[in-house]
């Protein structure tokens, strides 16, 4: 039998896949000007030895039955028929449903998943549980993105207004004359986009830019966060000070009537109340470049000496989500657009102020007229959140109040958690505490292609099918090409895909008509496909049946050149076109969030000193930020992402100044310690990062020598076993995982073996 070349997508770029026997050819779409390296994970992810090949349940759960146990994360598996599993997952969720209702149900299901717009975990979990038995406790806002998504439809407008349809890479290459980033653009993370993209664009038009004469100023602990394509200034920070920084720009820009007092009187509400903060009227603290120097280890003549850059040109301010990914991370998201203002740039051609320009391949490009739609979720019975972030507080602590977006809020009493699609022990801060809280669960079930961290803390595991091994549509709202993700190989062993295993739970459940509709998962795919069709068809663009689609693999979308559409528009007539505030402008000052009463977010934008500071127990700043061989920790185990480890380790940069004073030389496996774990890594010696400061990416699938420890060692170096498990504030509760303080010396001895990659004791087949 001839093998056929097929197309297919991934969060990282569209391709086309050939394989023969056991080997796998990746090619990159052709289209695609700067392809990414991540597509090589796929190498040898279809046949590893990780993968699920066959349900799985707890032993400690099958003997002694569901309820709260230690256990979780150190027991054994036993194989079961899907006969079996699918018994015992729906016997278990009528069993909760029935004596706690919906409310004692968490939708887990946080992660990106597969690109695929049908077979999207998040989606079909939400679906299941909306038709079976009326609804769950959901989670809202992102770890990303948390605290923004949060404070700028308060102070500007919706975040995906801001975000995916601001200014424009286009527009940037073509008018900007200053890039201030704080939290710098780096590539690694613009790479990836939740749907797929077909076309990596950035590194070229930042290039454009550059020639130019656009000026790179890239804000941050980390030189890497600028790409050398943008020849630009790297300014050293120490970690999470940006705000103090801004507000010392303000000062010097207000003292030297640099200040755009004109657009500030007509396009912004409360100047003056964060004047009168400035120059310290309340408290005697005037917030200027001295004061700030002390805060962010940059000199007060060099951040005079940028207010004076910034004045006068066409600037864009762009803020990183890293930077609210910290303790009070609203105030730098708050700052950057009061300082855009302050320079009379919002609604500009290639000004303003952009969030999150380059922390995905969304952000900076256009629309497309019309985009694929999703799977509809159903209704969602009961009004039951937690900020996504809040997991571990909430099993912790059920019955307990909490402070979000001006609500007061009640922790409910999960049961049950289902989850698929995510690996909540990569992105969630402080493991040790999201064990206890997990064991706190009476059932844990796990959809999932390997046996990550999270599957094995789980009570009944579902093997879930790689995206190569099951058919999907591609496409992002901002990826002008439509992919058909074609089947490239058979599933692993008895791995079936999501829509699959829930339509038999809910058959079980006598709801398998509400859940399928009558359709199979192709039949969906082209159902949806022929909403978008019809949409465009109303539009007067004509595209082909989903069929004649399907054979070509690749539909290219008429799009819509609209970034920065809500800022211009109200820069032109603000009477017309006000922002979707409370004051319809923006809000330097609001009152609705002084009206919260929150100490820690109070009205405007302020400096706030974070608990956790670099001193002698933990002199030094971590930063987990996110990889460059991987998205998030998806597929930790392909070529790629192991090519970039060492011995099996993930990777930790460290100054050479800081490395000598701690005798630590280039290759040494090195252990970060703080009072909630410790991890090991492979030290690299680096002048790009500041002294002081130590860099370890999040991704490595989490490795404990004892599950059970109160102060784990993750023999593999997953940096979340150090973070803080905070919100950002009482008003968003975001993530605060970006940030930490530790202490690092050289491993003695011979360190144990990564065995991330190794099975867990499955003991017996039933």
């Not at 109040?401 to 009493?413: D, H, I, M, W």
């Not at 909403?531 to 693999?553: I, N």
């Not at 109070?602 to 061989?629: E, M, T």
């Not at 930790?636 to 005798?663: L, N, T, W």
């Amino acid at each position: 039998m001839t093998a056929t070349r097929v197309m297919h997508s991934s969060h990282w770029g569209a391709f086309s896949a050939l394989r023969q026997d056991d080997r796998l050819e990746i090619a990159p779409f052709s289209g695609d000007p700067d392809p990414s390296p991540l597509l090589k994970n796929f190498d040898n992810a279809l046949r590893h030895p990780i993968r699920l090949s066959t349900p799985m349940v707890r032993r400690g759960w099958l003997e002694n039955g569901p309820g709260p146990t230690d256990r979780r994360g150190a027991d054994e598996y036993l194989a079961i028929s899907w006969s079996e599993a699918y018994a015992l997952a729906a016997a278990e969720l009528q069993r909760v449903a029935a004596d706690g209702g919906p409310e004692a149900v968490f939708g887990g299901s946080y992660g990106w998943s597969s690109a695929g717009r049908f077979h999207h975990a998040q989606s079909q979990v939400h679906r299941f549980l909306n038709t079976t038995i009326g609804g769950y406790v959901r989670s809202v806002n992102s770890y990303s993105s948390g605290a923004a998504s949060v404070i700028l439809p308060h102070i500007v407008g919706d975040m995906n207004e801001i975000a995916r349809r601001g200014v424009s890479w286009k527009e940037i290459a073509r008018y900007s004359e200053v890039v201030l980033s704080f939290g710098g653009l780096a590539l690694k993370n613009s790479q990836v986009a939740s749907g797929g993209l077909s076309e990596h664009t950035e590194r070229g038009f930042i290039q454009q830019a550059a020639q130019r004469g656009t000026q790179f100023i890239s804000v941050s602990p980390l030189q890497s966060d600028l790409p050398e394509e943008a020849r630009g200034e790297w300014l050293a920070i120490r970690p999470g000070t940006d705000a103090a920084l801004i507000l010392a720009l303000l000062q010097v820009l207000k003292q030297r009537q640099w200040s755009d007092e004109d657009f500030l009187a007509r396009y912004c509400v409360g100047w003056d109340k964060l004047v009168a903060y400035l120059n310290g009227e309340e408290d005697g603290l005037v917030r200027d470049a001295a004061w700030a120097a002390e805060i962010c280890a940059i000199p007060a003549a060099r951040i005079e000496a940028l207010a004076e850059q910034l004045h006068g040109r066409r600037v864009i301010i762009s803020m990183a989500h890293s930077l609210q990914r910290a303790e009070h991370g609203e105030q730098p998201v708050w700052l950057g657009l009061v300082l855009a203002a302050v320079l009379g740039q919002p609604g500009l051609p290639g000004g303003g102020y952009a969030y999150a320009l380059g922390a995905l391949g969304h952000y900076g490009k256009h629309h497309n007229l019309v985009s694929f739609p999703a799977l509809p979720q159903g209704t969602n019975g009961i009004d039951r959140l937690i900020p996504v972030a809040r997991i571990s507080d909430m099993l912790l602590h059920p019955g307990e109040t909490f402070n979000y977006n001006g609500r007061q809020l009640t922790y409910p009493r999960i049961k049950l958690a289902w989850w698929a699609g995510g690996n909540p022990f990569h992105h969630h801060q402080d493991l040790a505490r999201l064990r206890r809280a997990f064991s706190r669960l009476d059932t844990l079930i796990v959809h999932e292609i390997a046996w990550t961290a999270t599957a094995r803390h789980a009570d009944i595991v579902f093997p879930a099918t790689l995206t190569l091994e099951r058919e999907d549509v591609g496409g992002a709202p901002t990826d002008r090409h439509l992919i058909a993700m074609q089947r490239v190989a058979l599933p692993y062993g008895a791995a079936q895909d999501d829509y699959t295993i829930f339509s038999e739970l809910a058959r079980r459940l006598g709801k398998e008509t509400a859940f399928t509709e009558g359709r199979s998962a192709r039949e969906w795919q082209a159902h949806l496909y022929q909403q978008m069709q019809d949409k465009l068809q109303q539009q007067g663009v004509r595209v082909p049946d989903f069929e004649l689609f399907w054979q070509r693999g690749v539909l290219a979308l008429p799009q819509v050149e609209d970034g920065g559409r809500l800022l211009r528009n109200f820069r032109a007539d603000p009477g017309q076109h006000p922002l979707p505030t409370p004051s319809g402008k923006i809000e330097i000052f609001s009152a609705t969030i002084d009206s919260f009463g929150y100490a820690d977010c109070p009205g405007h934008p302020v400096w706030l000193a974070p608990q956790q500071q670099a001193d002698d127990r933990h002199p030094f700043y971590l930063i987990a930020n996110q990889p460059a061989s991987k998205l998030h920790s998806q597929l930790d185990f392909g070529c790629y992402s192991v090519s970039q480890k060492r011995d099996g380790r993930e990777v930790c940069r460290i100054h050479p100044d800081d490395a000598r004073d701690k005798g630590i030389e280039e290759g040494d496996i090195v252990e970060i310690s703080n009072q909630r774990g410790t991890v090991l890594a492979s030290a690299a010696l680096s002048r790009q990062v500041m002294p002081g400061v130590l860099q370890l990416p999040t991704g490595a699938w989490y490795d404990p020598v004892d599950p059970l420890a109160e102060r784990p060692l993750c023999r593999h170096g997953n940096p979340n076993v150090l973070t803080l498990d905070i919100g950002t504030s009482s008003l968003s509760q975001g993530c605060s995982g970006q940030i930490t303080v530790v202490q690092i010396r050289r491993y003695e001895g011979k360190a144990p073996q990564v065995r991330a990659f190794e099975l867990p004791r499955i003991v017996a087949v039933r």
